[in-house]
C-alpha cells in the first residue's frame, strides 16, 4: 500500500464517520459602509502608497492627457491594452499600442513596455484592485507578463471594505487582486518586487 492509499483510506474513514446533516454557517459580514468621497479617496490612497504603488489623479476629460504622460514618464513606447479598452483613452498616447488576445502566448507579452487595464471594483480600506477579466481589462497573463501595469479605478467602483467590494463581483469570472506591485521577501526579509507580477504599478484614480 502506497502513502497515497493511506491518505485516501483516512479521507473516506473520516467521511464515513462525519455527519451527514448540513450545517449552516451564519455569515453576518458588516456591509452598506459609505464614506464621503474625500474620505474615501484619502483612505484608498493611503493603503495604495503603503503599497508603494504609484497614485495619480484624473477627471475622465482629462484621462487621455492623464494616461499619455503616465506612460511617457515610464519610457513606456510599446503597450498592451485588452480588446475592450475604450480606445479614446489612448488617443494622445503617442507609442504603439497592440490589442491582445488568446492567440498571443503569454511569454510574447513580456515584450511589452507596460499595460493599461480598467477594473472591477476596488477596496479601499485594503488598497486592493479586483480584476475580473472583462473586456476592459482582458486576460491575467496580460496583466501579470508586462513589468508595468497602469491600472484606471474609476471613483465609482471604489468601496470601503472587503464585504462591500466582494458583493459587487461576479462569483463565476475569474478575479484577480492586486494590492500593489508583485513584492515578496526571503526569509531575511529583504523585499523583491517584480518576481510574480509587475514590478511598478501606476493606478489613475478617475473622478
Not at 474513514?13 to 468621497?37: M, Q
Not at 480606445?87 to 492567440?103: M, Q, T
Not at 487582486?177 to 518586487?193: F, K, Q
Request: charged letters at 25%; aromatic letters at 2%; glycine letters at 8%.
Amino acid at each position: 500500500m502506497t502513502a497515497k492509499d493511506v491518505i485516501l483510506d483516512r479521507i473516506r474513514a473520516a467521511r464515513e464517520l462525519a455527519p451527514s446533516t448540513t450545517v449552516t454557517v451564519p455569515r453576518n459580514y458588516r456591509t452598506g459602509r459609505t464614506l464621503p468621497d474625500a474620505e474615501l479617496i484619502e483612505l484608498f490612497v493611503d493603503r495604495l502608497v503603503d503599497y508603494k504603488a504609484n497614485v495619480h489623479r484624473s477627471t475622465a476629460e482629462e484621462l487621455p492627457a492623464t494616461l499619455a504622460k503616465v506612460l511617457a514618464d515610464r519610457d513606456a513606447r510599446r503597450v498592451g491594452v485588452p480588446a475592450g479598452l475604450d480606445a479614446s483613452w489612448l488617443s494622445k498616447y503617442g507609442g504603439e499600442v497592440v490589442v491582445d488576445s488568446s492567440d498571443v502566448p503569454a511569454p510574447e507579452l513580456e515584450g511589452l513596455d507596460g499595460v493599461v487595464t480598467s477594473s472591477t471594483v476596488s477596496c479601499a480600506e485594503t488598497g486592493t484592485i479586483f480584476l475580473d477579466g472583462s473586456p476592459d481589462q482582458g486576460r491575467r497573463a496580460l496583466t501579470l507578463v508586462p513589468d508595468l501595469h497602469v491600472c484606471v479605478v474609476p471613483l465609482s467602483t471604489v468601496e470601503v471594505g472587503v464585504p462591500e467590494a466582494m458583493a459587487r463581483l461576479v462569483p463565476e469570472r475569474p478575479t484577480t487582486l492586486i494590492s500593489g506591485p508583485s513584492a515578496t521577501s526571503d526569509i531575511e526579509l529583504e523585499r523583491v518586487e517584480g518576481v510574480h507580477g509587475p514590478r511598478t504599478l501606476d493606478v489613475v484614480i478617475v473622478g
